[in-house]
């Protein structure tokens, strides 16, 4: 698979109707990624499809997955979905008992390995790690719900993440998750994000299409300051 370069748009599908799946994912077609949030329920309360699920939204998606697990004991669970032939998968490192390991694993199987942090998770334990994952979620809200407010006070972090991984010439992708929007993307790639998730500013808006452009868009003008 040719990787699509950034800036990266990966609109979440937890905005979208769940019940016509196949019409909302032909509405992304021009998306880099399909954002694909498993949530069990007990890492975050609230709970949405699990494997079964996933293995038809990759049937039948025009783009990628990229699978965000909101999940207890992702040791256990993640590596059933780079199986089913999932693009990337992100893990929670607040859940993982070995994320190196399971990182490897996801590799090993095919996939992109990714690893979440939420918002009170500090980042600095990542850095002599950064080549170990191909992606790191910087989480920009409270996982478990879309259309929540952008967290600015995440932007810190995100920098200082960036500009480790710049020292290090890593070429991890920089994610955020979590109110990005036309008025909140901006933020995110000045202080280093190359990929975002967007639900509710992607599937709410009345053209869905146009919604992905401007948001690409909007970073890709942000990103060059
Ligand atoms: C929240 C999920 C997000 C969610 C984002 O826990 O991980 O992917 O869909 O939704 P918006 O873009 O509406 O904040
Ligand atoms: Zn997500």
Do not use: C
Not at 128 to 148: K, R, S
Not at 162 to 178: F, I, K, N, T, Y
Not at 179 to 185: E, K, L, M, V
Request: aromatic fraction near 6%; glycine fraction near 6%; charge should be negative.
């Amino acid at each position: 698979m040719t990787l699509p370069s950034a800036p990266r748009i990966h609109p979440s599908i937890l905005s979208a109707d769940f019940a016509n799946m196949q019409a909302e994912l032909a509405r992304i077609v021009a998306a880099d990624f399909v954002h694909v949030d498993v949530m069990d329920n007990h890492f975050v309360p609230n709970l949405t499809f699990g494997p079964q699920m996933v293995r038809r939204i990759q049937d039948t998606s025009p783009v990628p997955l990229d699978v965000h697990l909101m999940i207890e004991d992702p040791d256990r669970w993640a590596p059933g979905y780079a199986e089913l032939g999932a693009a990337s998968v992100t893990f929670h490192l607040e859940a993982a008992r070995d994320a190196l390991a399971l990182a490897a694993r996801l590799r090993a199987i095919g996939s992109r390995a990714g690893v979440a942090v939420k918002p009170d998770t500090p980042v600095e334990p990542l850095f002599e790690h950064l080549d170990a994952f191909d992606q790191i979620l910087v989480m920009t809200v409270e996982p478990g719900f879309g259309g929540q407010s952008f967290r600015a006070d995440q932007m810190p972090k995100l920098r200082r993440l960036a500009d480790e991984a710049r020292r290090r010439g890593s070429d991890v992708w920089l994610q955020v998750d979590g109110g990005i929007s036309a008025d909140t993307i901006a933020q995110a790639a000045e202080a280093g994000a190359d990929t975002f998730v967007a639900g509710s500013a992607v599937y709410g808006a009345d053209d869905v299409e146009a919604a992905i452009a401007g948001l690409r868009h909007a970073a890709a003008l942000a990103h060059r300051h």
